[in-house]
């Protein structure tokens, strides 16, 4: 090989090394907006009422309070999950209240504390509609429609433990 060729070949070379990087960073950037505009069409060609279109959904928020992730294979009772939740929470299901109250007027039917997608917030639920507050500020981080079939089941059970335990 000639060093003409040997030039070209190492330029070529390094123009590839460096330009497959940058393209691919640029490519990732740009990804997460097609997913959102993606998202968001499917959402709006979808009826509310559609089942497992929430298990596909991630929150757009985060909360100040982020759980650690959970163990593959390991089992944590229920009770015992709960009161590791509340140990970590800065605010109480009153302050949540008071601060979901503050957003959305109405007469709170359930308060109760979950990890969603890895945050700790409470789910304060206001006639229909579900106020997730921050459970480490007392800030409010979503508002969306209550899920009345499911909320059903849940609030009358989980209210009266919240109301035992709280009060």
């Not at 990804?31 to 998202?39: D, I, K, N, S, W």
């Not at 959970?70 to 299901?93: H, N, S």
């Not at 106020?131 to 508002?143: E, I, S, T």
Request: a negative charge; hydrophobic letters at 35%; zero cysteines.
């Amino acid at each position: 090989m000639n060093k003409n060729t040997r030039t070209v070949l190492l330029a070529l070379a390094t123009s590839a090394a460096v330009a497959v990087p940058l393209a691919g960073y640029a490519f990732a950037q740009s990804t997460p907006a097609v997913r959102t505009t993606v998202a968001q069409a499917q959402t709006g060609s979808q009826n509310e009422g559609a089942e497992g279109n929430e298990q596909n959904e991630t929150p757009a928020y985060r909360g100040s309070i982020q759980l650690p992730a959970e163990q593959p294979g390991v089992e944590t009772p229920d009770a015992q999950e709960e009161a590791q939740l509340r140990t970590l929470a800065k605010i109480t299901p009153q302050q949540a209240s008071q601060a979901a109250q503050a957003a959305v007027p109405g007469t709170v039917t359930s308060v109760k504390l979950e990890d969603e997608d890895g945050s700790l917030v409470y789910a304060v639920v206001i006639g229909q509609t579900e106020v997730v507050v921050d459970a480490g500020n007392g800030k409010v981080l979503h508002q969306e429609a209550a899920d009345s079939e499911n909320e059903a089941g849940e609030t009358g059970q989980e209210g009266n433990e919240q109301a035992e335990t709280n009060g």
